[in-house]
T-cell receptor
Framework: KNEVEQSPQNLTAQEGEFITINCSYS?????LHWLQQHPGGGIVSLFM???GKKKHGRLIATINIQEKHSSLHITASHPRDSAVYIC???????????FGKGTKLTVNP | DTGVSQDPRHKITKRGQNVTFRCDPI?????LYWYRQTLGQGPEFLTY????????KSRLLSDRFSAERPKGSFSTLEIQRTEQGDSAMYLC??????????????FGPGTRLLVL
């Protein structure tokens, strides 16, 4: 069993839909990261959170420390949101990241 | 600030050859991480540096792999006697760590290695 599990693995949505991607982790964390990876490999950090909720534009990330669960929400999805979204657990003093396998999101116009 | 850069972006080599990759972090960042990503998988941690000191290496990093950050700025990752299983995207990330606060890691574009 992976230390960081994401669901779903693939997600197809219509433009405008509300999207939820889930992440469960079994390791101790210093912080939980949500990352976006576009075709070609570039990775961009979206959120880093250790409690509660953060919002940036149409993106919202939440975390429940007791349940070891985090969610990434996208409101009013758009085709440009199509990418792979990766959840990663930052560990210990090193803050090295343990990654989930990613969720491939496709938003159709 | 031009972000994290990696060179080369692509490398094709024959099995048994040595390859070296370079990562230039964001200039003031004191932490530098190397990760490896194979097709369809999330990245995996390889090693990290705090300034010039290599503080942790993954068990994934066999003796054929060596990384350096000689002056606490750029870093190199060398793979000796490459094997087909080394084919992957090699990602570098950097962050600025001060005190105990957790910090965002900024990723480079990656070096895609293909071993024939």
């Amino acid at each position: 069993k992976n230390e960081v599990e994401q669901s779903p693995q693939n997600l197809t949505a219509q433009e405008g839909e509300f999207i939820t991607i889930n992440c469960s982790y079994s390791v101790g964390i210093s912080a939980l990261h949500w990352l976006q990876q576009h075709p070609g490999g570039g990775i961009v950090s979206l959120f880093m959170l250790s409690s509660g909720k953060k919002k940036h534009g149409r993106l919202i990330a939440t975390i429940n420390i007791q349940e070891k669960h985090s969610s990434l929400h996208i409101t009013a999805s758009h085709p440009r949101d199509s990418a792979v979204y990766i959840c990663a657990a930052g560990q210990g003093g090193s803050e090295k990241l343990v990654f989930g396998k990613g969720t491939k999101l496709t938003v159709n116009p | 600030d031009t972000g994290v850069s990696q060179d080369p972006r692509h490398k094709i080599t024959k099995r048994g050859q040595n390859v070296t990759f370079r990562c230039d972090p964001i200039s003031e960042h004191n932490r530098l991480y190397w990760y490896r990503q194979t097709l369809g998988q999330g990245p995996e941690f390889l090693t990290y540096f705090q300034n010039e000191a290599q503080l942790e290496k993954s068990r994934l990093l066999s003796d054929r792999f060596s990384a350096e950050r000689p002056k606490g700025s750029f870093s190199t990752l060398e793979i000796q006697r490459t094997e087909q299983g080394d084919s992957a995207m090699y990602l570098c990330a950097s962050s600025l760590v001060t005190g105990g606060a957790y910090q965002t890691q900024y990723f480079g574009p990656g070096t895609r290695l293909l071993v024939l």
